[in-house]
């Protein structure tokens, strides 16, 4: 039998950015322009408004939020007082920030669109953009295909990220100064589009496809092993509750600003897994 969701929260805007933390979930109701928890019981709490539209989010070792701020490209910081700015990621970002991972010693690695794909413009690669806690920016990899969800191997050796538009998963190996190398193509996938991703202790990585409405459970070199599907799109997946084997799956009937705003379509849903998260985010 088909694995199915049950719906955990509903009447969002475009939940994304999902992270297990501190017993809830937390994620970006992005058209919403604010970041929130919601717990196990379904309670949903605002944590911060982030007026130029919050994606990734991350925490230093502190224990202080970090969110991607969208269309202004910025990585803000939570403080006592509000929202502080960390970084511009204008120079390395060729267009809206998405996405982000934040490692252990609270650098964290930001994908960007690298062009307007609403707009239909013609497509360009992108830089994945790496930000240290005191907010110096540099290039941590060129020319990927819309980086977007990453993850990283428990050890920190290993970053993986999603390159939407050409449909697969790149990996590199992380040295101490969390600088990038050997380049390889972790997995290519057949018709799905990744968006979130999120890891297993397996080292199989749950990947959500908004295109073919799924989240699918891929190996190294891309043998699928688990899908589920949903009735919308799956824009992004993490993995927690107190064993890491609930699979939140953040979906939406719609990409678009004005439809997500209007339609409040956006849910997050959850199943239960055989194998745990592991490794960051």
């Excluded at 990734?56 to 490209?73: A, I, K």
């Excluded at 199989?204 to 190294?220: D, N, Q, T």
Aim: proline share 5%; with cysteine; aromatic share 6%.
């Amino acid at each position: 039998m088909a694995k199915t969701t049950d719906v955990l929260l509903d009447g969002l805007a475009f939940p994304e950015g999902p992270r297990w933390h501190e017993g809830k979930l937390w994620f970006s109701d992005m058209h919403d322009q604010l970041v929130k928890t919601v717990d196990l019981d379904g309670r949903c709490e605002e944590v911060v408004r982030v007026e130029n539209d919050p994606s990734g989010l991350g925490w230093l070792p502190d224990g202080r939020l970090l969110v991607v701020s969208m269309r202004d490209r910025r990585l803000l910081r939570l403080d006592d007082d509000g929202l502080q700015p960390v970084a511009d990621l204008s120079r390395v970002a060729t267009f809206y920030c998405n996405d982000m991972v934040t490692d252990a010693h609270g650098r964290s690695y930001i994908g960007n669109f690298g062009f307007d794909f609403q707009a239909q413009e013609k497509p360009r690669t992108a830089a994945l953009a790496l930000v240290s806690p005191d907010g110096h920016v540099r290039v941590a990899a060129e020319d990927l295909s819309f980086p977007n969800g990453t993850v990283i191997t428990p050890d920190g050796r290993t970053l993986i990220v999603g390159e939407s538009f050409a449909s697969r998963l790149t990996a590199f190996d992380v040295a101490d100064d969390g600088s990038l190398s050997n380049r390889r193509v972790w997995a290519q996938l057949e018709k799905a589009v990744p968006d979130g991703i999120c890891l297993d202790a397996e080292g199989a990585i749950w990947v959500a496809s908004p295109m073919s409405g799924e989240v699918l459970r891929v190996r190294e070199g891309g043998a699928v092993t688990d899908r589920i599907r949903v009735a919308t799109q799956a824009i992004a997946c993490m993995l927690g509750g107190p064993k890491r084997t609930t699979l939140f799956v953040c979906t939406s009937e719609s990409l678009m600003a004005e439809d997500c705003r209007a339609k409040r379509s956006g849910r997050i849903e959850v199943t239960e897994v055989a194998v745990p998260g592991a490794g960051l985010p």
